[in-house]
């Protein structure tokens, strides 16, 4: 039953799954115009045990606040970005990480059509326009950093540096011709090991003129220390740069 001031999340039904690389599993959902809309960029996952054929949803207050039933329910909360929004079409697309273990990695990868998932509150991506775009991420970044480079000005220039773990991973990302997409490969050195991102970017001169974005979003302790640079070194101020933990290696992002 919902409570007055209290209504029920959004529930997505899955359409279509399909593997896009070998450890990223695409995932469209169909859902409402309004919650389609309301999917993204950034979106907070409602995640069902894997196959819980009856979900006990939480709700959400008029604030906005998650409301959780009482007692065990089995939903996991975790961010996820949406790379595409169709409200028109009633579709969201979803890029999961297959990394192993954690709620969201394995819905995905039992993921079929008809599956659900539902959403209760989205965030921006916390890029702004800017002449000059540096983009640092890891796979999981990867959905956000196409979309951001999707939709920027034609005459945006920079680089994005992509962390992957070999040439399999790599997908194409439309980006304006001024922007390079560099991908740097683990080659066997494990998720959340490596310093690839950090080193890439330690490497780069600042880049020259006034107007300079930088958006970071990897695994925590190398967005740390990413973060640490463009603040000294780059002289970004808080405006110039927006640097988000997307994981944390050994521990659950989310409820
Ligand atoms: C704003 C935002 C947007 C995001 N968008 C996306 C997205 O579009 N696609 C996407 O795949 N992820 C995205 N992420 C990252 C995702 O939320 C985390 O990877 C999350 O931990 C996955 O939840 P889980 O339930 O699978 O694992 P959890 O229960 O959170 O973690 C379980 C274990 O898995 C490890 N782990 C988590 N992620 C990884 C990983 N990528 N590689 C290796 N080990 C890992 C943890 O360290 C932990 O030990 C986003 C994060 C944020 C903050």
Redesign the pocket.
Known sequence: MTAPDLRPVDVLTVVTVADVTPS?RRVVLAGSADAVAAAGP?VNLL?PRVGDPDPRWPQVARDGRIVWPTGAHGI?L????A?RQDPVAGEVE????L????????WASAAVPGARLAVAGA?TLGERPAAQLLLVG???????ITRILGEADPATRGLALVEVADAAEEQPVPAPPGVTVRWLHRDGT???ASSLLADAVAALEPFDGPEVFAWV?A?SAAVRSIRADLRSRWGLGRAQHHA???????????R
């Open positions: 990223v950034t995640v996991a975790r961010s996820y970005t790379r979803i890029d999961f990480v990394h192993g273990d954690g709620p969201a990695a394995a965030g890891d796979e999981t970044a990867l959905p956000a494990p998720p959340g979003g695994e988000i933990g997307y994981w944390r290696l050994g521990r659950e992002m989310g």
